[in-house]
């Protein structure tokens, strides 16, 4: 590890123990604002995220579209459970969304028992989904009209980077806004990057996406090829992992998901056919010619119609070794 990184880590593990211990205490001391949090979305990834929200001591409500699962997260944690978006941001000076794509987040807006039921002006919307950029400008203007502010801010470091508090967090808005919010980001965040304007949060996300995907696929045909070729795959992955043709998925999915046949589900297959999709669709619209990208985009999505809903996204692998006729194992 390089020595900037250890000391940004020890630094943050101070602040973020500090954080959960005199947060409210400091508070109280100086008047600072407690910032009272909503979370909406106990998915895969939004659990671990809440979770460090309330042991980081914010007063959270939590809400869930299958109840159930927000019930079992209060049960744990003391949170209070939610009955709608509505109740959830009743008192909120921040709502965090978790949710699989943005229209499911526009689509918790209105209505008695949206967030624009409650909302207080001065609150702020931020939206941990991996999402849309075009959606997600849509959501802020809709918000700005009733004096709500909005960043877009999804994350990276999957769910066990959530259960340490070690995501990043990239940020798309007012740059004054997320510096309001980042105590409550600090709670999962571990690098908070503000990255431009509402969006760009957004957009960075599906291109980082879209680059595992390119990894994972490649590195598939790659190592099956290779095993046709009579060399071992974990023999090949020591030798590219100490070569240029690395990345996480060769030093880290590939040795610990696919040669141990694990394939845990912590990622769904949907989401990432949806970020590479998201992608291609951006670089569609500004114009920006995108072959590999567009193609990684007709994969992901063979691949999650071949595989289905609860699939992870490392199962694709299973596709590759089946037109293959090996196992990379
Ligand atoms: P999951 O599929 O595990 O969970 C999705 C969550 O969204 C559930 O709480 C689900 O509720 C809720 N939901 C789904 N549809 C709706 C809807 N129409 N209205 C309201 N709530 C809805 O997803 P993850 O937690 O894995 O992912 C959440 C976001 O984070 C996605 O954008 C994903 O791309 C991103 N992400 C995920 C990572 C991971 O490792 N898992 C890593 C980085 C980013 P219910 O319980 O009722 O189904």
């Known amino acids: 590890m390089a020595p900037g990184r250890r000391q940004y880590s020890f630094s943050h593990r101070i602040r973020s123990t500090l954080n959960s211990l005199f947060h409210p205490l400091l508070s109280a001391l100086y008047s600072l604002p407690v910032m009272n949090v909503a979370f909406l979305g106990l998915g895969a990834i939004g659990w671990p995220m809440a979770r460090r929200v309330a042991e980081a001591k914010f007063p959270l409500a939590v809400w869930n579209r299958t109840s159930s699962r927000a019930r079992e997260f209060a049960e ?12 959830a941001a009743r008192d909120a000076d921040v709502v965090i969304t978790c949710l699989p794509n943005s229209p499911e987040v526009m689509s918790l807006l209105d209505g008695d028992d949206g967030l624009l039921a409650t ?4 609150a702020t919307l931020v939206d941990c989904t991996s999402g849309e950029p075009a959606t997600s400008r849509r959501i802020a203007e809709r918000l700005g009209d009733h004096g709500v502010d909005f960043i877009d801010a999804p994350v990276s470091g999957g769910v066990s980077g959530a259960e340490k508090g070690a995501l990043t967090v990239m940020v798309g808005g007012d740059r004054a806004v997320l510096d309001r919010v980042r105590p409550v980001l600090e709670s999962f965040g571990q690098k908070i990057v503000h990255c431009g304007k509402v969006g760009a949060g957004d957009a960075l996300k599906a291109v980082n996406n879209a680059l595992l995907a390119v990894h994972v696929w490649s590195t598939a045909e790659g190592l099956a090829l290779l095993v046709k070729e009579g060399v071992a795959p974990a023999t090949a992955l020591d030798v590219i992992n100490a070569s240029s043709g690395r990345s996480n998925a060769s030093m880290n999915l590939f040795p610990e998901r696919v040669l141990t046949r694990a394939f845990p589900r912590t990622f769904r297959l949907a989401l990432l056919d949806k970020d590479v999709g998201i992608a291609a669709a951006v670089a569609s619209a500004d114009a920006v010619p995108a072959p590999l990208l567009q193609l990684t985009a007709a994969l992901w999505k063979l691949a999650h119609n071949s595989l289905g809903e609860a699939a992870d996204h490392v199962e694709t692998v299973k596709i590759i070794e089946q037109w293959a006729g090996v196992e990379i194992a």
């Not at 744990?76 to 109740?87: G, I, L, Q």
Request: charged fraction near 30%.
């Open 119 to 122: 909302m207080r002006k001065g």
């Open 76 to 87: 744990a944690t003391r949170a209070r459970h939610a009955a709608s978006p509505a109740d």
